[in-house]
């Protein structure tokens, strides 16, 4: 029997979120909130994100509501600093990646084609909204291995 996308796309999404924070665990502690300048961003601020996103997209996926209108940003973002540890961002994503593994899952291979407008602003499919956090964590991921080989630890995590 061959795999559905939406099972696919699930489990690539909850390995890349185990991966992130299996690089994430390996950071020195006083690396966490490290940034290379004051236009990037640290570890900890990507890990929050993406620990909050996952619910964001399991509501799209639901058929919910989600504004991402200046205020809702900033309230959201005040949220999620709130969430000061790897182990607090890793609670929190856990919790969020089952509910958006039960929304991926369950979404319907009928509307996957169908057009939606994403938070971003873009024109998207719901196939598209599927791979959202995938994209997202695995980005993410890339950074805080890239700042990993910067402060000289080449390990694979």
């Known amino acids: 029997m061959q795999m ?6 699930a489990n690539l999404t909850e390995s890349a979120t185990a991966t992130l924070f299996r690089n ?12 290379q300048c004051e236009q990037t961003r640290s570890a900890l601020d990507q890990l929050q994100e993406c620990s909050q996103t996952a619910l964001v997209i399991s509501k ?21 600093e709130g969430w000061t540890t790897i182990e607090m961002c890793e609670k929190h994503a856990v919790t969020h990646t089952l509910e958006l593994l039960e929304s991926i899952r369950n979404f319907p291979e009928s509307r996957l084609e169908e057009r939606t407008i994403a938070p971003w602003g873009s024109e998207v499919t719901f196939g598209e909204i599927l791979i959202a956090q995938y994209w997202n964590v695995v980005w993410h991921t890339g950074q805080i291995a890239y700042m990993q080989r910067i402060w000289g630890d080449k390990a694979m995590h």
Request: proline share 8%; hydrophobic share 35%.
């Open 60 to 80: 799209i996926l639901r058929g919910e509501s989600v504004e991402m209108s200046p205020r809702n940003f900033i309230k959201a973002k005040r949220e999620r």
């Open 4 to 9: 559905r996308l939406q099972d696919y796309v």
């Open 24 to 35: 994430a665990y390996a950071i020195p502690p006083e690396k966490l909130t490290w940034t």
